[in-house]
């Protein structure tokens, strides 16, 4: 990274900045920390279930509208390992949390 010492900056400096030459890390691209990695099929997968646009939409149908005073991993159609999963994900704000919160809000709307 190119800097300039301190002594020799004026307001007209300009601070340049060596970016590596790879395409996701271009200054002026929208890249954050936050970035979600998964997808709500993605969840699905990782709770066991059909992950597919069809098993994803069936589960929903199955199990929407879920009340308003019951948290997502209290509901009675998880196991005890997906509620664990879900509790921890939510606890921990972990990469799935995201994930964890479209669903919950997915299963309140309804029908």
Do not use: Y
């Not at 991993?73 to 664990?84: L, N, V």
């Amino acid at each position: 990274m190119a800097q300039v010492p301190a002594d020799k900056c004026t307001p007209t400096t300009s601070l340049a900045v060596a970016w590596p030459e790879t395409e996701s890390l271009k200054p002026g691209l929208n890249h954050t920390m936050n970035q979600p990695m998964h997808h709500l099929s993605d969840l699905f997968a990782q709770l066991g279930l059909p992950s597919d646009e069809l098993g994803i939409k069936h589960f929903l149908a199955t199990h929407t509208p879920l009340t308003a005073t019951v948290r997502l991993p209290d509901a009675p159609f998880w196991t005890p390992a997906q509620a664990a999963f879900l509790r921890e994900a939510i606890v921990q704000d972990s990469d799935w949390a995201e994930l964890a919160d479209q669903l919950s809000n997915a299963l309140r709307q309804v029908k």
